[in-house]
């Protein structure tokens, strides 16, 4: 582990009204990830412009190439050709920081002859995997990790799999995600039945490949009789990154930010919507609809927020709700977040991390098990642990626009939005150091 001298710290100082016009935000995270899983999928090369390029995704792209397929890259265009068979890998397969990834290839490699060892980062190999290994394993597939298959790093075998008739416990695009890229090559129809529709890319962009999906209370998944049809896709703007300046402009007075080309899945837009509730102005502008519907979000301060509670669609907003959290602590009122337990087991404990850099700011608030209470007040100038997490340094880094900030392990902001300091350093004045 590094010690505090090794980490890279970021100095967020207090800002001024901004106008701000972005098409800079980063691709989206979830979006990328699937292209590059989802090409392996059909036999001709598919097409990805405006892929991220950051650390997470980057991993997920180098573990397609380690399946035999092959990459080429001009300019913002990438061309993945599929193998003729996917190659059993000679050393492990590292999805960096990113549960998508990991997740998502644990459904994917599954029903793939071969051995295959996924692992990832420190705080990857912490997070837990059994709601993954748990369903495959009962369909056939050959799964083992530290603690029965719970954590990382995790062996597969690949085994032809049985169909299934999943009811999950819990509203994961990750679960289902992994679950329907199983049922592809399953003996026959399966079933999933989540708690709430959670977020819905993996079944948008695999019906536009030429998969039979059927999505209504009951997602109907059919195997695969043929490799599908390539993706010819360019990424949209990620809605989660673009969050962190939306948020800006609804608790700076005087401030308006235009976000250019993200994607406005309603299952991706949910928090820019609790955002609008407590008193920001948000308005939504679609310009195209294929695999996604994708347009601009304009956002404008529109006086001091008011105080909110949530506790419905929270896989709708699961990523979000740092951030969420910096304009809770602003409005007027005490706002409260229930139904969130899974905040716990993402890239930190984000109830933990959030209410403690709130106390560290001089918010009063308190964590629940499933959730915490913010009273609204001012930011206090503080230093701010990001506990490894890049959603809880940049919510921070935000905050900073209202009180100085000092937020130490920042290098984690690589893994998805890696042009974030840049972006925030056109509307305030940044520092960063070892």
């Not at 016009?21 to 989206?28: E, Q």
């Not at 989540?194 to 209370?217: F, K, Q, V």
Request: aromatic share 6%.
């Amino acid at each position: 582990m590094r010690s505090e001298t090794e980490m890279k710290w970021l100095h967020v100082k207090k800002g001024e009204s901004f106008d701000l016009v972005c098409d800079k935000i980063a691709s989206d995270k979830s979006i990328s990830h699937r292209c590059a899983i989802f090409s392996l999928l059909s036999d001709k090369p598919s097409i990805v412009r405006n892929y991220l390029r950051a650390e997470d995704t980057l991993c997920t792209l180098n573990i397609v190439k380690q399946l035999g397929a092959e990459v080429e890259e001009s300019g913002n265009r990438l061309k993945i050709t599929p193998p003729d068979g996917l190659s059993e890998p000679e050393d492990v397969l590292d999805c960096g920081n990113s549960g998508t990834a990991m997740r998502l290839f644990c459904g994917f490699l599954s029903s793939i002859p071969g051995h295959f060892v996924l692992t990832g980062d420190r705080y990857l190999r912490r997070r837990p995997m059994r709601r993954v290994t748990e369903p495959l394993t009962q369909i056939g597939a050959k799964i083992d990790g530290r603690e029965d298959g719970n954590l990382a790093p995790l062996c597969l075998r690949g085994e032809r799999l049985r169909s299934f008739n999943y009811e999950s416990q819990i509203a994961s695009a990750q679960v289902k995600s992994a679950m329907i890229l199983a049922a592809l090559r399953a003996d026959d129809v399966s079933t999933y039945r989540e708690p709430e529709l959670s977020r819905d890319h993996t079944e948008r962009m695999l019906r536009g490949m030429g998969a039979n999906i059927e999505s209504w209370d009951t997602i109907t998944i059919e195997p695969l009789i043929k490799p599908l049809e390539p993706l010819d896709i360019t990424v949209p703007a990620d809605p989660s990154s673009g969050f962190f300046f939306a948020v800006a402009a609804a608790i700076v007075p005087g401030s308006r930010v235009v976000l250019k080309n993200v994607t406005l899945n309603p299952t991706r837009t949910e928090a820019y919507k609790v955002l609008k509730e407590m008193g920001a102005r948000v308005e939504f502008e679609e310009m195209q609809n294929r695999y996604e519907p994708i347009g601009d979000i304009t956002v404008t301060y529109d006086g001091r927020l008011k105080a909110v509670e949530v506790s419905e669609r929270i896989s709708w907003l699961i990523d979000e709700l740092p951030a969420l959290s910096i304009a809770m602590a602003v409005a007027e009122g005490e706002s409260v977040v229930k139904n969130a337990a899974e905040l716990r087991v993402k890239e930190s404990d984000r109830i933990s991390c959030v209410i403690d850099g709130l106390k560290a700011c001089g918010i009063e608030c308190s964590e629940t098990e499933d959730g915490y209470k913010i009273v609204g007040s001012n930011f206090k100038s503080a230093e701010i642990d990001s506990c490894g997490d890049h959603r809880i340094a940049m919510s921070f880094a935000i905050a900073g626009l209202l009180a100085d900030m000092r937020i130490k392990d920042v290098e984690c902001i690589e893994t998805s939005f890696p042009n974030f300091t840049e972006i925030l350093g056109s509307i305030t004045e940044v520092e960063s150091w070892r």
